[in-house]
């Protein structure tokens, strides 16, 4: 935003200061001429014109008083105000370094709480908050970049066999193609998703997320089947707001994750749902690998596994648990992924009830 140039806050304070000192000063010097002009001292009432003799004695005094007011009033202003500035002046040059795409910067303010530091703290988390979000953003990008053009890699190849060798069953390398290519589409219909949740587009209703629950157990059965995982549902009805296809998709996800990544032909998925005080719960737990806290704390972020890459039909995009965190974090939720003892993982979305939401 342009703006017509100004005085400066500093100078403001320091006129603030000088003239509320120079105006003590002239009420000081007004109640101190009506004090001799109303109680005459002694000596002189017996000078002739003792009022004129008093304005004599008294304008001088003043002038000088109210001089060295002033004088003392924009020094003593300026520096006091200056003194006061000084932390804000911080805050300024720090805001100006991020402006230029430096957010590493902390102002870190010393000294006791106050206005200016809680303002200074604020900004620095704001800053903390903004480099992490900018970090992942460019680590999703990379990682979509590379994830995008690994099927377009593989697409070019098949295309070039083809094409340089007629004599290769173009029936395995058309069914190559196909799988390859559903591969991408998923992957940019998860991208398109995550940021339909991001912007927090859609319309709110009515939501159980034990029906969810039930309907994602249902549809990945088969696929539960086929790779010998059982799975046990339990809980009570547990209404909500928000979108169901979304919240559709999040319990669907975290189903899908608990299958894929579980121990092949003895693995157990336990889907649970719940209602506390001011919310409800979904939880999915599944048995596996044993997992590290610090592993478990990066499976939300985008292209992160917990475990090797493994090359299936159903291994999904890497976008699983991030677009359920999206998910529940578009629906004012909070996600918590926490390692079981035994093995696999425990992931608890908590949603506000239709009453606090």
């Avoid at 120079?22 to 000596?43: D, K, Q, T, Y």
């Amino acid at each position: 935003m342009d703006r017509r140039p100004g005085l400066s806050v500093r100078l403001k304070l320091t006129l603030s200061y000088a003239g509320f000192l120079v105006l003590a000063g002239l009420l000081l010097l007004a109640a101190g001429w009506v004090f001799l002009n109303h109680v005459p001292h002694v000596g002189l009432i017996m000078v002739p014109n003792y009022r004129l003799a008093v304005v004599r004695e008294f304008a001088p005094f003043a002038a000088v008083a109210l001089a060295f007011l002033l004088v003392f009033g924009l020094v003593g202003g300026w520096l006091l105000a200056g003194r006061m500035l000084a932390p804000l002046t911080r805050i300024t040059e720090a805001t100006r370094t991020a402006t230029h795409g430096s957010l590493s910067h902390r102002i870190r303010l010393p000294g006791r709480a106050d206005e200016f530091r809680e303002l200074a703290d604020a900004f620095d988390v704001m800053l903390a908050r903004l480099e992490a979000h900018v970090a992942e953003q460019q680590r999703f990008a990379a990682n979509a970049s590379h994830e995008l053009r690994t099927p377009l890699a593989i697409s070019k190849t098949l295309l070039d066999l083809a094409r340089t060798d007629p004599h290769h069953d173009s029936a395995q390398i058309i069914g190559r193609l196909h799988a390859v290519n559903t591969r991408a589409i998923d992957l940019t219909e998860a991208l398109l998703l995550l940021s339909r949740a991001n912007q927090r587009s859609f319309t709110r209703e009515p939501v159980d997320l034990s029906l969810l629950a039930e309907e994602a157990t249902e549809t990945l059965l088969p696929l539960a089947e086929k790779r010998g995982i059982r799975i046990e549902t339990s809980g009570d009805v547990s209404p909500t707001v928000g979108s169901q296809a979304l919240l559709l998709q999040l319990t669907m996800n975290l189903v899908h994750n608990a299958i894929v990544h579980n121990v092949p032909e003895q693995g157990t998925v336990w889907v649970d749902t719940g209602v506390r005080a001011r919310s409800v719960v979904l939880t999915v737990e599944n048995t596996g690998e044993k997992l590290a806290p610090q592993v478990a704390a990066t499976l939300t972020e985008p292209f992160q596994r917990g475990t090797e890459r493994v090359h299936t039909d159903h291994v999904g995009v890497g976008l699983g648990l991030a677009i359920v965190r999206t998910i529940t974090e578009a629906h004012d939720g909070t996600l918590t992924l926490t390692p079981r003892s035994a093995g696999g993982l425990r992931i608890t979305v908590e949603l506000p009830a239709p009453s606090a939401a």
